[in-house]
């Protein structure tokens, strides 16, 4: 989940889409998918543990709903838990949306997890939720 700006130096170069010379523009690395489950964040420095529900998930990250989101650059524990099965990985906060929450990258992956996320992405895709914004 990489977000990239563009600034314009030409302060006279107009955009209908962008407010002032900042404009946002959005790559995504990989499809999101809906996904609601358990998710358990723990911060690796501060050890603070948090316990919410995901909303999205792609190969790439999840998105973790939290009234108080971490800081961009916070490296995490998660677990990803669900009748069927557990994922687990470390990562990075990518960005955070104040009341919202926060995007989480994945940085570290073990094999068995991978397994585990790409047979739930298969399915939420079988199930034709997906977003590709």
């Given at each position: ?25 959005e790559?995504?690395?990989a ?18 543990q ?20 971490s800081?961009?650059?916070t490296?995490v ?5 669900n ?10 906060v ?26 739930w992405l298969?399915?939420a ?5 997906t977003?590709?914004?």
């Amino acid at each position: 989940m990489a977000y990239y700006s563009v600034h314009r130096t030409n302060p006279t170069q107009k955009n209908p889409l962008s407010i002032g010379s900042l404009t946002q523009i959005e790559h995504r690395r990989a499809t999101r998918h809906h996904f609601v489950s358990a998710v358990e964040v723990i911060n690796v420095e501060s050890r603070k543990q948090l316990i919410s529900l995901t909303r999205d998930l792609s190969l790439c990250g999840c998105f973790v709903t939290v009234k108080a989101p971490s800081l961009k650059g916070t490296r995490v524990n998660l677990k990803i838990s669900n009748s069927k099965a557990n994922f687990s990985a470390v990562g990075n906060v990518a960005h955070n949306l104040s009341d919202e929450g926060m995007g989480i990258e994945f940085v570290q992956v073990k094999a068995k997890d991978q397994a585990v996320l790409e047979e739930w992405l298969a399915a939420a895709s079988a199930n034709g939720v997906t977003h590709e914004f």
